[in-house]
Nanobody, 116 residues
């Protein structure tokens, strides 16, 4: 069974940085994309960044230039480097795996809190 485990969240002051990690375990066949999503209280879950199998990436406009998604295929891990954090970035961040076929997988989420 495929599992996604996020880590790296926490409390940081505005302007600070955090790096989130998402470790993927289990029987993995072909992955179309890995992504980071976030959900703030009272709001819908939204895409933050995504990296495709070919290496291309896309970002939400609100994080472009501040966040960077990357992956280490040897470690089956995806990262989200978050710089210049703002209070508006406060949310639970979720990792998501999109296979070419089959069920989309989610991690359990990690809390990121940015204080002003």
């Amino acid at each position: 069974q495929v599992q996604l485990v996020e880590s790296g969240g926490g409390l940081v002051q505005a302007g600070g940085s955090l790096r989130l990690s998402c470790a993927v375990s289990g029987r993995i066949f072909s992955i179309n994309a890995m992504g980071w999503y976030r959900q703030a209280p009272g709001l819908q879950r939204e895409l933050v960044a995504r990296i495709f199998s070919g290496g291309s990436t896309n970002y939400a406009g609100s994080v472009k230039g501040r966040f960077t998604i990357s992956r280490d295929n040897a470690k089956n891990t995806v990262y989200l480097q978050m710089n210049s954090l703002e209070p508006e970035d406060t949310a639970v961040y979720y990792c998501r795996l999109d296979p070419y076929s089959g069920e989309i997988r989610w991690g359990q989420g990690t809390q990121v809190t940015v204080s002003s």
